[in-house]
């Protein structure tokens, strides 16, 4: 069975809002009301449900005010967070090229991320480095100091050593 969303229309009635459910066979029951908007939308849910005899989860529901100059301000509204979370997607592609060129073009992770506004951390986890595939383009180890076997300290200039 294919995935359905029911729309429905919600009219503010003295205390409740009516909701008014379209799709449903004719001769089936179709508005039920609820003093709260979000309990209006509970009920409108359970009312096709019940109806029809499926799960809660097996359809959609799309509930809008009667109020033209209401609905029109909630699907402005709607498409104004598609709009951002279209520009968050495209913000983030365009951050991790970023990250990744400076990077390939020899910035440090610390050098990208003060200029891309974010913490090095940050840069790291967007382009991380790749470690060295053998060992002839690996970095020689650092000598070690060696450590000397008696103490050569001498005591600083103006300073007395305290007797216990």
Known sequence: MDYVT??????????FWVVTIKGLPEQMFNKTQGR??????????????????????????????????AAQALDLLDAARRTTEKAKRAEAEALEAAAKTLTGHGFSVRDAGAALGMSYQRVSQLAPQQAPQNKHTAAPPRP?????????????PGKRKQSA
């Open 6 to 15: 029911y729309e429905a229309t919600a009219e503010r009635g003295a205390k």
């Open 36 to 69: 709260t908007w979000q309990e209006a939308s509970t009920m409108a849910r359970d009312l096709v449900a019940m109806m029809l005899e499926i799960d809660h989860d097996s359809f959609g529901m799309h509930i809008v005010p009667a109020d033209p100059d």
């Open 144 to 156: 070690t100091a060696k450590k000397a076997t008696t103490s050569s300290r001498q005591p600083t």
